[in-house]
């Protein structure tokens, strides 16, 4: 058990309590602290060897939950990539692409550089939210732990509301790691896109 609760504990726990069951991802260093939370968590961690398979993995699944949730309101239909700063973010964009135009709900994320540390430009730096603005429904960075619960619910609800798609958040390593009392913000019901006059 952890002596304090962090913004990675948070982001864990907002999946949970939104339904989540696996994350797919290939980590880096800077996913450290997510890791070290699932690992305390229900969740499982699928390791997709090429970041763009772990992309893929994840909107797969997203897809087939999605079918699922059809016929079953208690299957949240979504799926979770989790990649390593701009060099993997860059290497899951051949799948982003694919969740975008199949529109799969599918909420990736990418552990980033603490943010007082960006003026130095470092090593696999990168501006994570325009790469994958251009794929994405709805794409953002996480600058301050206290922003972490609505943003959270916000990913989820853009990626889930028809016409669903892919959404990015950036999570940097020092939100992950700071500090908070806050707790996931509840999910809420997704609106459903309807359906046609069946006569």
């Known amino acids: 058990m952890a002596d304090s609760y962090t913004g990675a504990d948070l982001f864990t726990d907002a999946l949970e309590s939104y339904g989540?069951?696996?994350?797919?991802?290939?980590?880096?260093?800077?996913?450290?602290?997510?890791?070290?939370?699932?690992?305390?968590?229900d969740l499982e961690y699928r390791l997709g060897l090429h970041e763009d398979i772990a992309v893929g993995m994840a909107g797969g699944y997203a897809q087939r939950r999605r079918y699922h949730a059809h016929h079953d309101?208690?299957?949240?239909?979504?799926?979770?990539?989790?990649?390593?700063?701009?060099?993997?973010?860059?290497?899951?964009?051949?799948?982003?692409?694919?969740?975008k135009i199949a529109g799969a709900p599918?909420?990736?994320?990418?552990?980033?550089?603490?943010?007082d540390f960006r003026h130095e430009e470092p090593i696999l730096s990168g501006d994570l939210v325009d790469m994958a603005d251009q794929f994405c429904k709805w794409s953002d960075e996480v600058l301050d732990v206290s922003a972490l619960p609505t943003m959270l619910r916000r990913a989820f609800r853009v990626a889930m509301t028809p016409p669903t798609g892919p959404v990015f958040l950036g999570l940097p390593l020092d939100v992950m790691l700071a500090e908070t009392d806050a707790e996931p913000e509840r999910l809420g019901p997704i609106p459903n896109a309807g359906s046609g006059d069946p006569a």
Do not use: Q
């Not at 599918?106 to 943010?115: D, I």
């Open 73 to 99: 309101d208690s299957i949240t239909p979504v799926g979770v990539a989790n990649l390593h700063i701009a060099p993997g973010l860059a290497h899951g964009l051949g799948n982003l692409y694919a969740a």
């Open 20 to 41: 989540v069951d696996y994350v797919f991802g290939n980590p880096g260093t800077t996913e450290l602290p997510i890791m070290d939370a699932i690992g305390r968590s």
């Open 106 to 115: 599918l909420v990736v994320t990418a552990g980033n550089h603490s943010t």
